[in-house]
């Protein structure tokens, strides 16, 4: 990780105070004094601010059930952020892992580990997600062979990957899909001359949704292990 987050993530400090301490020489990395912010550090080195070891805090994986009108950005704009949800310390140091929109409801994965939620987001890593979808009209029967072999989204150059449907009731159906492209699900139903009415996102990997609307709990270490070293694909 660059240097100032690894400062951030050993201190009280905030991003500028960090800035300002390694470029004013107050870090040392292996013995050098190092004035660089982008410099790439990894846990096992040794590195002092001002003559004391940091060490790095422990990386956080929070689940969390997202009320509908929230944002999963950190701050509050438009909608109240989900940050308003999760009462941790040094909470801007997390993100969502896979956004959601503002009217979408369900799981959201949040965490301060870039390279892990990079498993989850990265689209050759083709991880699952389920979400449960209410339509505006009856589902049609063929939309399912559609879905699976693959639809046209507007503006995109290939067709959808491979996503599988199962039909609840009529108006509402179990989607799985293993990419994250932009209002993904609403364009898919678009795309087949339907319209989604209802979001809601139930499973991510093997991570189900466990917890009410607006509550949150750490995962489990085999939870977080779930998503370490899945195959990425050569296909996109
Ligand atoms: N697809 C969408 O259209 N919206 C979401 O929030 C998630 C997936």
């Not at 310390?89 to 009217?103: I, K, M, S, T």
């Not at 489990?220 to 292990?225: A, F, G, I, K, L």
Request: hydrophobic fraction near 40%; glycine fraction near 6%; include cysteine.
């Amino acid at each position: 990780m660059r240097l100032d987050k690894f400062v951030c993530k050993s201190t009280a400090l905030t991003r500028i105070q960090a800035t300002a301490m390694i470029t004013d020489g107050c870090v040392v990395v292996n013995s050098d004094v190092v004035c660089d912010v982008a410099t790439q550090v990894h846990e096992d080195n040794h590195i002092s601010l001002n003559g004391e070891t940091l060490t790095a805090r422990a990386s956080r994986y929070i689940l969390l059930h997202k009320p509908a009108d929230t944002i999963c950005s950190n701050i509050d704009e438009a909608y109240p952020s989900l940050f308003n949800y999760i009462d941790v310390e040094n909470a801007a140091e997390l993100h969502v892992a896979g956004r959601l929109d503002a009217d979408t409801t369900g799981l959201v994965l949040v965490t301060d580990d870039g390279r892990w939620s990079f498993n989850i987001i990265t689209p050759t890593k083709h991880c699952q997600k389920v979400y449960r979808v209410g339509l505006s009209r009856p589902i049609s029967d063929d939309v399912a062979a559609k879905f699976a072999h693959g639809v046209q989204l507007q503006g995109e150059q290939q067709l959808t990957r491979p996503a599988i449907l199962e039909t609840v009731t009529p108006k509402e159906v179990l989607l799985t899909i293993t990419e994250g492209k932009f209002h993904q699900v609403k364009r898919m139903f678009a795309a087949v001359g339907n319209r989604v009415v209802s979001l809601h996102r139930e499973q991510i990997g093997a991570i189900q949704l466990d917890v009410e609307v607006g509550l949150w709990r750490y995962l489990t270490d085999s939870e977080v292990n779930s998503f370490i070293n899945i195959a990425e694909s050569k296909t996109s």
